[in-house]
């Protein structure tokens, strides 16, 4: 079933990014956040990237959405059928992960596109899409995502490998700034940002005194599955839940952190496949 109006497709197609507001209510959104910040798994799982300046960006992945809140969060009618019409196709899970970007000491994004990361795992097209959801409000003080406006159409960029961080050719991207709109993506807890796998972003660090913690869905097309296995899944059929599903599960303390997360040091290649 279409969530999506052929107005809002085009704006996505158009922008390289589209905003859906309040797609989670605050009930959903708390459970969601109070899951994870209480969950020992997602903490002793999270990875370290520093950013160059002295702070660490932390985040914690998974490969397959599993049967508890994150999972239910990943397979909601109303997150993967808005998908699926901006794909066009039928989508399944690339993976999830959760942003941990703590007050005062969350550390900066480098300026790249995703598809800048996973064409090195045999995706020939960057027919995916991300779906960042707030779990706290995203401001300019605690480093809301920034992407710029079209840059989707500027196809794929080069990435270099710089310390722990890959990033886009920064002589293109700032030719790319020069002409292009920068967007600083704010948003409430519980919105939602879907993106294109080619749009330019980056974030920076948090200086100030609240964190911004964010769950990022990342969704392939059916017809675009790799031609080779690596760390992430080829296709999987991916069993969509209804809009109750989420809380239903939430709610039950036996089901709702239910994930197997990956060890990001050791199998993650996307970004070190790069050169440097």
């Known amino acids: 079933m279409a969530e999506l109006s052929a107005s809002r497709i085009a704006e996505y197609q158009e922008n390289g990014y589209l905003f ?69 196709d039928e ?67 080069n990435h270099i490998l710089t310390g722990d961080q890959a990033g886009a050719d920064m002589e293109r991207v700032e030719e790319a700034r020069k002409r292009l709109e920068l967007v600083h993506c704010e948003m409430k807890a519980g919105d ?25 869905c990342c969704y392939n097309a059916k017809s675009n599955n790799p031609y080779k296995e690596s760390h992430h899944p080829c296709y999987t059929k991916l069993h969509k839940v209804s809009e109750e599903e989420v809380l239903k599960v939430g709610r039950s303390d036996a089901r709702k952190s239910e994930v197997a997360f990956a060890n990001l040091t050791k199998e993650d290649q996307s970004a070190d496949s790069l050169e440097r």
């Open 20 to 88: 859906e507001r309040e797609l989670f209510s605050k009930e959903e959104i708390e459970t969601l956040a109070n899951t994870a910040r209480n969950d020992h798994a997602m903490d002793q799982a999270a990875a370290s990237r520093d950013d160059g300046e002295g702070n660490a960006v932390r985040l914690s992945l998974w490969n397959h959405p599993g049967d508890g809140i994150y999972g239910m969060f990943a397979r909601c009618e109303r997150v993967v059928n808005r998908v699926e019409d901006l794909l066009d």
């Open 192 to 216: 939602a940002l879907f993106f294109h796998s080619n749009t330019l972003h980056c974030s920076a660090a948090n200086r100030s005194e609240h964190p911004r913690w964010s769950l990022i």
């Open 91 to 157: 989508a399944y899970h690339y993976h999830s992960k959760m942003i941990l970007k703590d007050a005062r000491t969350g550390g900066a994004w480098a300026w790249h596109q995703d598809y800048g990361y996973w064409y090195q795992n045999g995706v020939l097209s960057p027919n995916l899409c991300s779906v960042m959801i707030a779990v706290d409000d995203a401001t300019v003080e605690n480093g809301c995502l920034q992407v710029l406006k079209k840059s989707h159409h500027l196809g794929r960029i």
